[in-house]
């Protein structure tokens, strides 16, 4: 009777536990890190990890950087996006902390390090989300 009632204590805590550490936000959308093991960095080949993944509204990017320089710019307009126009009219949002999560909008979404030289070098992130 003892083990038994452990045995269902250790379950509700492993539960418990794996929604604190998930956050339970299968629920809600799939979070992706942005460049996988190498994250948000010029060492991510970011075309290579988009390729193969269906974004969807609700989705979390999480953008992990340690340096400053490296912060996320967010635009919608690809012209200006392909010249790497990044500061206003064309910034949407501007992320700093080097933990950004970002929930995704439908429509092509945009995203590049704010300080040049990185998008001129040609690191950036296009996604697609239906
Ligand atoms: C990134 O990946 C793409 C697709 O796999 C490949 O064509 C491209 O050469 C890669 N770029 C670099 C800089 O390795």
Not at 16 to 30: R, T, W
Not at 54 to 71: N, Q, S, T, W
Not at 75 to 95: H, N, Q, V
């Amino acid at each position: 009777m003892t083990v038994g009632m452990n045995k269902v204590l250790v379950i509700g805590i492993g539960l418990f536990v794996s929604c604190l550490l998930l956050q339970c936000e299968q629920v809600d959308g799939k979070e992706y890190i942005v460049g996988d093991e190498k994250r948000w960095s010029p060492d991510a080949n970011l075309t290579q990890w988009t390729e193969g993944k269906k974004f969807k509204a609700g989705d979390v990017l999480v953008f992990k950087y340690k340096d400053p320089l490296l912060m996320v710019a967010e635009l919608r307009d690809t012209y200006l996006f392909e010249k790497c126009a990044l500061y206003s009219p064309g910034l949407i949002e501007l992320y700093t902390s080097g933990n950004d999560h970002v929930v995704l909008e439908k429509g092509t979404i945009h995203f590049a390090p704010y300080t040049p030289p990185y998008c001129e070098n040609g690191m950036k992130l296009t996604v697609h989300v239906e």
